[in-house]
């Protein structure tokens, strides 16, 4: 009996030393929302200033304009 409470005592406090009951964490979520129109002057701007060429240009606008019906 005495070797069960202290097996029980050993695991209780093993437990709480490791965290396991949990508590205390925090977590935070940020979204920022940017119109469909924005998004496509980003692109662009990006494709003026070359920093994308025409095919990743035309499949970027294709791609964020089926996001933009799906939702």
Do not use: H, P, W
Request: glycine residues 8%; contains cysteine; aromatic residues 4%.
């Amino acid at each position: 009996m005495r070797n069960t409470k202290t097996l029980a005592t050993i695991a209780v406090v093993a437990l709480l030393a490791c965290g396991c009951f949990g508590g205390g964490a925090t977590v935070e979520t940020n979204t920022t929302t940017v119109s469909i129109g924005q998004q496509l002057i980003d692109l662009q701007n990006s494709y003026k200033s070359g920093a994308m060429n025409q095919e990743q240009y035309n499949k970027a606008k294709k791609d964020l304009i089926n996001r933009a019906l799906d939702s």
